[in-house]
């Protein structure tokens, strides 16, 4: 690991915004005053000290969608999720910078998500430009396959939303797929997004990554589904 990235993972352990998953086979998480926490079912209470929904950023990356969305919604609570401390360290900065409330960051691994959230405790989840893993061995570790559909409905209110942003055509039609596998109800699917005025003000925000991939001429796809 380089020295910046070094300094990004050992600075996050001093934010107030960022608990932290050390270990793996362990479900706890640690806090910025390296308190051990059980945060299961109890992220509204003893984070935001509100009752109002609960949202979350799966491989959240620098955490843009996490700002923009808990900008735009006040009265929503945000959770931005990854597994590499480098990335959230961006978000939780600038979260801390812009003095935003509602607004917290979670490094961990995805697939140990259940651990972390109770049945029920989540209502919306935004995944936006997730590794593809484009290898056919790896198909079980895209973030739309049918295991990780499985652990969205369990944490997640019945009928809560999912949405789902990528650049990458093969995994969009790979996770619509899925999506009709597990026999979720398609709610928004459209491919090249911004070929026409955008349906949702919410798609108009773009990662770090969708600037990226836009620059060299990549198209962004969107689907809505509902659990």
Request: hydrophobic fraction near 35%; include cysteine; charge should be positive.
């Amino acid at each position: 690991m380089g020295k910046e990235k070094m300094f990004k993972v050992n600075a996050i352990g001093s934010f107030v915004n960022v608990f932290q998953n050390p270990h793996f086979t362990n479900p706890k998480l640690v806090n910025h005053l390296q308190q051990e926490l059980e945060m299961k079912g109890k992220w509204k209470n003893t984070v935001f000290k509100n009752e109002n929904p609960l949202n979350l950023e799966l491989a959240c990356g620098k955490g843009d969608y996490t700002l923009a969305l808990a900008q735009k919604y006040p009265n929503r609570n945000y959770i931005g999720v990854d597994a590499k401390g480098a990335r959230i360290f961006t978000g939780a900065k600038n979260a801390l910078e812009k003095n935003l409330s509602n607004i917290a960051f979670a490094r961990m691994r995805i697939e140990n998500i259940l651990n972390f959230f109770e049945p029920g405790e989540v209502d919306e989840i935004w995944i936006t430009f997730p590794d593809p893993f484009p290898k056919k061995g790896d198909a079980k570790r895209r973030l739309s396959a049918n295991g990780f559909l499985d652990m969205y409905q369990k944490i997640c209110k019945a009928g809560a939303v999912v949405h789902f942003k990528t650049d990458d055509l093969p995994l969009f039609h790979s996770a619509k797929e899925s999506i009709d596998d597990f026999g979720l109800k398609t709610l928004y699917y459209k491919e090249d997004i911004y070929a026409c005025p955008l349906e949702f003000e919410e798609l108009s925000i773009q990662t770090y990554y969708e600037k990226s991939h836009l620059a060299n001429g990549r198209t962004i796809n969107y689907l809505k589904f509902q659990l």
